[in-house]
């Protein structure tokens, strides 16, 4: 659990490490759309997987859709560091830099329990864009199984049936609309 913290904490550190580096227009501090959702489940089951559900020109337009997403990939990532699986990573990453943050957090990232998917909450939950190809949220990310939380946009694009992790940005008014935009290349 504390393996998939600190993974996702570099991921956020690379995030603002790019975010310091290119200029940009002060972040917007009101939301616009923003909605409390913080998981109540008490069930230990698995939730099932978004893809399953979602068809390939699907739009989502809803914060429930927004969160599945969300614990879909955040437990992947999570799970991936935590059992030190390479392959689990690549199942919920899109970018090589991605994969590589996750493997470098093996061994390292504290957990105090294995992951679960309804260890995860989520709060604050904004859909900033949704098309067939991209989804990007601003959301609170907190587990169970680990300490502390993080919060920022995140950015996720279509591979395929399923949606995959791409980026992380601290701000609301950071350069994340060029992840929507750019090619994803497959993982090797």
């Known amino acids: 659990m504390i393996r998939r913290l600190i993974a996702g904490l570099v991921v956020v550190g690379l995030a603002i490490g790019v975010w310091a580096l290119w200029p940009r227009e002060e972040p917007d501090p009101s939301p616009t759309t923003t909605v409390n959702a913080v ?7 698995v939730p099932d997987p978004i893809t399953s559900t979602t068809v390939e020109s699907h739009v989502v337009t809803t914060v429930e859709e927004a969160e599945a997403i969300l614990r879909e990939l955040w437990f992947g990532w999570f799970e991936g560091i935590y059992n030190q699986d390479e392959d689990r990573i690549r199942e919920v990453v899109g970018t090589q830099t991605a994969l590589d943050n996750a493997v470098a957090q093996f061994g390292v990232m504290e957990f105090s329990n294995p992951p679960s998917a309804v260890g995860l909450r989520f709060a604050d939950i904004e859909i900033l864009r949704a098309d067939t ?3 990007a949220t601003w959301a609170q990310v907190a587990a169970d199984f680990r300490t502390g939380s993080t919060q ?3 950015v996720f ?15 609301r008014g950071d350069l994340w609309e060029a992840d929507c935009e750019s090619q994803l290349e497959p993982l090797p």
């Open 133 to 135: 190809d991209c989804l």
């Open 157 to 171: 694009r279509r591979s395929g049936d399923s949606w995959l992790l791409v980026s992380l940005w601290t701000y």
């Open 152 to 154: 920022g946009v995140q």
């Open 39 to 45: 998981d109540s489940t008490t069930t230990t089951s």
